[in-house]
């Protein structure tokens, strides 16, 4: 059973930043794709960013620039460095496993990320 585990949630004041983590306890790390998910209030869960198991990076385009998504297959973690936090950044943020050799994807628990003065 997969479960994923985030840190670094809280609250910001505009323009400042966070860097989320997410830790996974899978045998086989690298061998994942991962995503960063979030959910504001009343609002669908959207794709904030993704990285591949080779490496290749995906943005949303309202987080471009600012936000950058890593990985660190030694210590089985996801990060996510947001910089330039928006009010409009105010969410519960997911980190996403999907293995796709199984087809299977895990979700982690969420943490939550506001911005605000």
């Known amino acids: 059973q997969v479960q994923l585990v985030e840190f670094g949630g809280g609250l910001v004041q505009p323009g400042g930043s966070l860097r989320l983590s997410c830790a996974a306890s899978v045998i086989i790390f690298s061998i994942n794709d991962m995503n960063w998910y979030r959910q504001a209030p009343g609002k669908e869960r959207e794709l904030v960013a993704r990285i591949t198991r080779n490496n290749s990076t995906n943005y949303a385009d309202f987080v471009k620039g600012r936000f950058t998504i890593s990985r660190d297959n030694v210590k089985k973690e996801v990060y996510l460095q947001m910089n330039s936090l928006k009010p409009e950044d105010t969410a519960v943020y997911y980190c996403?496993?999907?293995?796709?050799?199984?087809?299977?994807?895990?979700w982690g628990q969420g943490t939550q990320v506001t911005v605000s003065s």
């Open positions: 996403k496993l999907e293995n796709r050799a199984f087809g299977s994807s895990s």
